[in-house]
């Protein structure tokens, strides 16, 4: 008998496998069921070290299929859920708004009222504290001011992107569940991300490999904006946390208490991958190429997690420029991840692997 029974979405992912393999090795009481449809940023290979774990098991399913979902909370009595899958890159969802809209919206309500009609709130029975925990992005927030103000819990919404309403639509339903049928939930806010494993459309892995290749480095306008970043592990950590110790009904605001400006951020990856590389200092900042802002660029994101550490006792483990070390060693040392998950090579493995 397991002591949980924990369903991850999007366990396949850039930050959902370090959650899963996290919670795999961290609780081998639970078990840990990894839902995803291994879209092109879904990757089996991101957990192959722990993928014969006998608390692990692995669903290929698309959230947005109901009756499956209904089906995998049966099979595996279901007390938990952590939702990360999503579809996640704002330039993709300014040219296909409706495929955002379809995931992360309606997948969502799946999952919501899957769990709705499973743990047959409000009568639940279950000895064991249900619970939905839903992790959203800052982008929710909209935008902020070249100022000293930060997004806090009771920041009110303004999404500026598809890919931000449709978060924002999402965070509404899962509050709409608790409201309307006594869900218990939680919902994080988290600030961008980075490490291993991140899908290379994303800034630092492309810039990363970009710098290898000798390739353009795209700057979007004159690369003013500003976001707090965080290593994914920490955002692992953070979302350990608030599953086991949170309030149920809460939102938390997980960030890295660390803003930079795009311009800047990039030379520290040109820095410190010239270096990994050989290179001279700064040899690379030549591939810098300012290329037409994206529509709807928000200015400034910047979170406030005072109520995570006060209340919760977390705080970042790591040092931005530690972090970003850390990352461009992972790339550059597993060259032929990044090439199977560009060349779709993650397919085939999957095939092999689950048939």
């Known amino acids: ?37 291994l879209t092109y940023a879904g990757n089996l290979a991101n957990l192959k070290d722990i993928e014969n774990t006998p608390n692990y098991v692995f669903e290929k399913a698309d959230i947005c299929d109901f009756e499956a979902m209904e089906q995998i909370f049966k099979k595996y009595n279901i007390d938990g859920v952590i939702h ?31 769990a709705r009609r499973t743990w047959q709130i409000p009568n639940s029975k279950s000895q ?25 819990e009771t920041t009110a919404y303004d999404p500026h992107s598809p890919y931000s309403a449709s978060k ?34 994303k800034l ?38 608030i599953f086991h110790n949170g309030k149920q009904g809460d939102t938390y605001n997980i960030g890295g208490f660390n803003e930079w400006k795009n311009i800047d951020l990039i030379k520290v990856i040109i820095e410190t991958v010239d270096r990994l590389l050989g290179r001279t200092k700064g ?9 037409t802002d994206r529509a709807g660029h928000d200015l400034r994101y910047a979170i406030d997690a005072t109520k995570l550490k006060n209340e919760l006792g977390w705080t970042p483990s790591l040092q931005f420029e530690e972090g970003i070390e850390k990352t461009a060693q992972w790339y550059l040392e597993n060259q032929d991840w990044l090439d199977n998950v560009t060349s779709g090579d993650y397919q085939q493995y999957y095939e092999k692997m689950y048939g």
Not at 129 to 148: A, I, K, M, Q
Not at 220 to 241: M, Q
Request: hydrophobic letters at 40%.
């Open 84 to 114: 990360l899958a999503a579809e996640s890159h704002v330039d993709r969802s300014i040219k296909d708004p409706f495929s955002f809209a379809k995931t992360n919206i309606m997948g969502t309500l799946n999952l919501l009222e899957a």
């Open 204 to 241: 630092i892995p492309l810039f990363i490999n970009n710098i290898r290749h000798n390739k353009p480095l795209p700057v979007y306008g004159k690369g003013e904006n500003v976001r707090d970043w965080l290593y994914v592990t920490d955002h692992a950590r953070a979302i350990d946390v």
């Open 283 to 291: 040899e690379s900042e030549k591939l810098i190429t300012y290329v």
């Open 168 to 201: 924002a639509s999402s965070d509404h339903f899962v509050r709409a569940y608790r409201d309307t049928y006594g869900l218990p939930i939680v919902i994080s806010n988290c600030s961008n991300n980075y490490g291993p494993y991140q899908f290379p459309e």
């Open 1 to 37: 008998m397991n002591k949980r029974n924990i369903l991850i979405t999007g366990g396949a992912g850039f930050i959902g496998s370090h959650v899963v393999r996290l919670f795999v090795n961290k609780y081998p009481d639970y078990r840990i069921v990894n839902l995803d449809a």
């Open 128 to 152: 064991i504290p249900n619970l939905f925990y839903h992790v959203s992005t800052d982008e929710v927030y909209g935008e902020l001011d070249f100022d000293d103000t930060l997004f806090t």
